[in-house]
Each structure stands twice: as C-alpha cells, then as structure tokens.
C-alpha cells in the first residue's frame, strides 16, 4: 500500500463528561479513517474498543502547573500516532492538544464547543480561535462572520 493509499489519521480527543459524549456522536464521520482516542479517564477505553486509546491527565485552569505532565504525555501520543487531523470537542487538554498538534505536528485542527455554551463560547473556545484551523460552534446564533462558523450539532 503506498503512501496515498492509507486512509488519513485522526486523533480524536475529548476530556469527560459531555465532551466524551459529544466526540462519541461524531465517530460515524470517522469510519474512513484511522483514528485513535485520547481523554482522560481511562476507562473510557472500553467506549472505543478496537481503536486506539490513550489516556492523559486532566487540566483546568485551577490546575496549570499540571501542564508540565500533560504536555509530554500529549508530545508522546502525537510522535506514535502522526495524525494528519486532530479534531476535540473540548476542553483545556483539547485546546493543549491541539496546539501542540498544528504547531509542532504540521496537523490540521478542528475544535467544536460543548453545546452545553449556549449563550457564549467556553473559555478554552475561545483560546481555540486562535489555534484551530477549523473553529466552530454549535449554536447558529454564535457563528459570524469572524467565527465561530456553524455546521450542525453534535447533540
């Protein structure tokens, strides 16, 4: 199999909860993919079995020093899996995730926000604006002309 013949590599990444839930809806748009999973919680592994799993630690803005653990455990994941697409539903280990993967990876980045953030994008969101080569929302109201665009929701 040559090169172009491989399907692309997604990484899909999510923290708990109703980020986990929203990125489990999405997984009928990745059949044509190579994909692996990245959260935080390590049973969630038994969500995706056969693909892929890693687990990393958990951050929030309440608990930055803990930056210096996810960092390389997200370096460690993106050098095994070289993915071309990196696509989160949030939250702050999404938007380290997929800096790190744009930056220092050369993949492209989608960042869809929790429709839980109705009425305004999340904190970590909003940082993705400037990250993410796809930014978006799943509230039309929240779209615009400068982003986030709207393509649907996940729910």
Same mark, same amino acid.
């Given at each position: ?50 693909? +892929? ?7 929030? #803005?309440?608990?930055?020093? !803990?930056?210096?653990?996810?960092? %390389?455990? @997200? ?44 009425? +305004? ?7 993705? #604006?400037?990250?993410?080569? !796809?930014?978006?929302?799943?509230? %039309?109201? @929240? ?13």
């Amino acid at each position: 199999m040559s090169r172009t013949d491989r399907p692309r590599r997604v990484l899909a990444m999510a923290s708990g909860g109703g980020h986990w839930i929203q990125l489990q809806r999405l997984r009928p748009a990745f059949t044509e993919f190579d994909v692996a999973f990245v959260s935080v919680y390590a049973d969630y592994a038994d969500d995706v079995a056969g693909c +892929r799993f890693y687990k990393v630690s958990d951050i929030t #803005r309440m608990s930055l020093t !803990r930056l210096f653990v996810l960092v %390389p455990q @997200l370096i460690g994941v993106l050098m095994r899996e070289r993915p071309n697409v990196v696509i989160t539903t949030g939250s702050a280990p999404g938007l380290v995730c997929i800096t790190l993967a744009r930056f220092l990876f050369g993949a492209k980045t989608i960042w869809i926000d929790s429709i839980a953030n109705c009425e +305004r994008m999340s904190t970590s969101g909003s940082q993705a #604006r400037r990250v993410a080569n !796809r930014w978006l929302t799943q509230w %039309p109201e @929240l779209s615009g002309p400068d982003g986030p665009d709207y393509w649907g929701a996940v729910l």
